[in-house]
């Protein structure tokens, strides 16, 4: 996994971590805005999840939003990170693939064994819900298929190797869940179905795709 401080500025007291979605590097979500005083740390690309996290410890404050994938991977780092004041998830689950709560199993394991140059147009397409945003994301690629492949491969074997693990119990302390009801990647439904279980209150973005980032312009306006 890629750690990276987009800011760090000596004196700051107030953290944000992001874990991006799979196959994203920290540029997709640029364009957000950061409040006066925070630094940023960024997490990305998870074939294989750290053993140890950096020391946080000289925060006050520590707000984490994860986004896909990322939920996923932050849900399974829960006891190496901070103590946190926000935690929010968007367009996705700590059950990446699972056929009521995530992805379904054939269509995750179907998007692994067919990706190509060819099929990551076509994902890229339905990330961003349609033809519309679809030049505006490929301003963020940085990473090549065969890259994008190892990490889904890596992410892949984790679930399986912990399949036991599928129920609904969240290991970190969730402030809300974003589900965008126009998500193409993972179904809405199966996400309101496991915040729902999980107690979590859900926020309905309407209209927007997977990546809703363009409807907002500053990291605080999820934490609000």
């Excluded at 301003?139 to 190797?161: I, M, P, Q, W």
């Excluded at 179905?193 to 990291?219: C, K, N, Q, R």
Aim: charge should be negative.
């Amino acid at each position: 996994m890629e750690i990276t401080f987009q800011v760090r500025n000596k004196g700051n007291r107030t953290l944000l971590l992001y874990f991006s979605g799979w196959g994203t590097t920290p540029e997709a979500v640029s364009r957000l805005s950061l409040p006066e005083g925070w630094d940023y740390c960024a997490f990305h690309d998870y074939r294989v999840l750290p053993s140890e996290l950096p020391d946080f410890s000289a925060y006050e404050r520590v707000f984490l939003l994860a986004w896909s994938m990322g939920v996923w991977a932050a849900d399974r780092l829960s006891e190496k990170l901070p103590s946190l004041f926000k935690a929010v998830a968007v367009n996705g689950t700590p059950l990446p693939m699972h056929d009521l709560y995530g992805i379904p199993i054939p269509v995750f394991e179907g998007t692994l064994r067919g990706l190509d140059e060819v099929s990551r147009e076509k994902f890229d397409r339905r990330m961003v819900g349609g033809k519309k945003l679809l030049d505006v994301y490929k301003t963020f690629h940085a990473r090549s298929t065969e890259d994008l492949k190892g990490e889904l491969l890596g992410v892949y074997n984790c679930v399986k190797a912990s399949a036991g693990d599928c129920i609904v119990c969240p290991r970190l302390p969730w402030s809300r869940a974003f589900v965008s009801g126009r998500d193409l990647i993972i179904p809405p439904a199966n996400q309101t179905a496991y915040w729902s279980e999980a107690d979590i209150p859900v926020t309905l973005l309407e209209g927007e795709g997977h990546y809703p980032f363009l409807s907002f312009a500053s990291w605080v306006d999820f934490f609000l």
